[in-house]
């Protein structure tokens, strides 16, 4: 709402604006685009121009949707669903995301889902059987397998410590 409010105050036109993408009707002029540049950024936001950066973000932003609202309900793996949803091919994307992130996409996806299980756990309100079974884990060992991977502290533990541990997912 925030980033639809700046675009219209500069007389543009936003047809969709969804995470991580805007679509307008007329094209920028650079006064403006140095103005909503400007603007965004006193609001904590920025403008992804190169195409690295735009697909970059598209993947992070497929990931942290699947992750925290989908809960990962994925009817393939993960290079598929990133594969069909950015039209390239995922060695491509893979290769790219390591460059920039100095990560893979994998050890990306698994640290959201590890921050997933860190909020759900401190909620309290579901057993490690139910997170696993949400975030669509095979098992509870292998979740906590992954979790003491991560963490270096076994699920039951870091519950134990009541010290929310997390990190904000734009910090990963």
Not at 56 to 79: C, G, M
């Amino acid at each position: 709402m925030v980033v639809k409010s700046e675009l219209e105050k500069l007389g543009l036109h936003p047809i969709a604006v969804e995470l991580g993408e805007v679509e307008i009707l007329e094209g920028f002029i650079d006064s403006q685009k140095g103005i909503l540049l400007s603007n965004l950024q006193l609001l904590g936001f920025d403008i992804i121009d190169d195409k690295k950066s735009k697909t970059i973000d598209k993947i992070k932003t497929l990931i942290i949707d699947l992750v925290q609202n989908k809960n990962n309900a994925i009817k393939t793996n993960l290079s598929d669903f990133l594969k069909s949803h950015i039209h390239q091919d995922y060695n491509t994307l893979s290769n790219l995301f390591s460059e920039v992130e100095n990560t893979t996409i994998e050890k990306y996806f698994i640290k959201l889902k590890i921050e997933k299980v860190k909020e759900l756990l401190m909620y309290e309100e579901l057993t490690l059987n139910e997170i696993a079974y949400q975030l669509n884990y095979s098992s509870v060992g292998y979740l906590s397998n992954q979790f003491k991977n991560v963490t270096g502290f076994s699920p039951t533990y870091f519950k134990q410590l009541r010290d929310k541990k997390r990190k904000q997912i734009e910090d990963l």
